[in-house]
């Protein structure tokens, strides 16, 4: 119920223009300013679980941070190979996808407001085309779908650009 969904700058509240459900995540689209106080509260029974449990109600305050604090980073994908693939760039520990891509042609991919860190790309061929990786089937003689990674870490720093060129084989 998006009716139960408040957005505040400050102490006022502001209109939410757009929210994206997904089974694990609300995302708010809103036009943030820099360096700014916001709160959101999500009232109680606002929306389900992947259990069918209502929410309890939520307040969450954080403090938007300037442009100047991110990076951006400018990829030039090579395709040497005809397919389909999946691009991902990860934490340097790999836990965490930031973004991902699907990939079957040489293009230039922009990625904006990354936070300064060293990340990791690792690409996929997604032979099933299902945008994922999958782990094959030893019944039905399935390999796996390779995985390969660009060996050279992704050092991205706050108010840099960043361009990589990334050949895929």
Do not use: M
Not at 71 to 88: A, E, R, S, T
Request: aromatic share 14%; charged share 25%.
């Amino acid at each position: 119920d998006t009716s139960k969904i408040e957005l505040y700058k400050d102490t006022i509240e502001i209109p939410i223009k757009y929210l994206h459900f997904t089974p694990f995540s609300i995302k708010v689209f809103y036009p943030w300013d820099e360096k700014t106080n916001y709160s959101i509260k999500i009232k109680d029974s606002a929306c389900k679980d992947v259990f069918n449990q209502w929410n309890d109600s939520i307040t969450n305050k954080f403090t938007t941070n300037s442009l100047a604090d991110y990076g951006n980073l400018q990829l030039h994908v090579q395709v040497k190979k005809k397919g389909k693939y999946i691009l991902q760039l990860l934490t340097n520990d790999e836990k965490n996808i930031v973004k991902s891509f699907a990939i079957d042609k040489n293009q230039d991919i922009e990625i904006t407001n990354l936070l300064p860190a060293t990340y990791t790309i690792k690409y996929i061929t997604d032979e099933n085309n299902n945008g994922k990786w999958d782990n094959g089937n030893y019944n039905e003689k399935i390999q796996p779908e390779k995985v390969g990674y660009y060996t050279e870490p992704i050092v991205i720093r706050a108010y840099w650009d960043l361009e990589q060129s990334i050949i895929i084989e």
